[in-house]
């Protein structure tokens, strides 16, 4: 995955996500929010880059928001 798509799915979680006590259940917060987000076509379809100028899935874009659900759960296994 190109570091710069993971770094606009990142850049489209709430603060809120990120102020868990240890960076593993940071990950994780972030990674489930992510993959939840990824699992109603509607809300992929808000992400934004993080220029907020282009959208992430629509219009041009290469990537889907499937690649990303699938890419967010081998990394969730990964880790996990």
Same mark, same amino acid.
């Given at each position: ?28 917060? %972030?990674?489930?929010? !992510? ?9 992929? *379809? =808000?992400? @934004?880059? %993080?220029?907020?100028? !282009? ?9 889907? *928001? =499937?690649? @990303? ?12």
């Amino acid at each position: 995955m190109p570091s710069f798509f993971l770094e606009c799915l990142v850049w489209n979680v709430p603060h809120p996500h990120f102020k868990n006590y240890t960076h593993k259940e940071k990950v994780n917060d %972030v990674l489930k929010k !992510l993959y939840a987000d990824m699992s109603v076509v509607e809300t992929a *379809h =808000e992400y @934004a880059e %993080v220029s907020d100028l !282009l959208w992430l899935f629509k219009g041009q874009s290469a990537r889907t *928001h =499937e690649q @990303a659900k699938t890419f967010l759960e081998k990394v969730y296994v990964l880790i996990n």
